[in-house]
């Protein structure tokens, strides 16, 4: 069965750092770009970062830029988010998502295989 687990989250001040991570099982990372999207109350499910195949080109989405880190392990089969100084609005559910193509994008359309979300949780 192919599916992806994601963990991580959880309660954390504004300013703190948080890892998430993205384990597949039933199938190898190593042909899928990866994206995390995330999705707060009463809005869209927004793009916010995405890793190509060979780990080269990641994307961020403006809000992220210069906070949040993705790296893959394909040893591990396993995707990461590093999120650092962590602001009320980076408040969501966060999602990956599996695509089969080398190159990544932020728009979640082409994406096959979703995960069942961690939540995240900023306040003081």
């Known amino acids: 069965q192919l599916q992806l687990v994601e963990s991580g989250g959880g309660l954390v001040q504004p300013g703190g750092s948080l890892r998430l991570s993205c384990a597949a099982s039933g199938f190898t990372l190593d042909y899928y770009s990866i994206g995390w999207f995330r999705q707060a109350p009463g809005k869209e499910r927004e793009g916010v970062s995405c890793?190509?195949?060979?780990?080269?080109?990641?994307r961020y989405a403006d809000s992220v830029k210069g906070r949040f880190t993705i790296s893959r392990d394909n040893a591990k089969n396993t995707v990461y988010l590093q999120m650092n100084s962590l602001k009320l609005e980076d408040a969501a559910v966060y999602y990956c998502a599996a695509y089969s193509s080398a190159v990544c994008g932020l728009l979640s359309g082409p994406y096959h295989y979703w995960g069942q979300g961690t939540k995240v949780t900023v306040s003081s």
């Open positions: 890793i190509s195949t060979s780990g080269g080109m990641p």
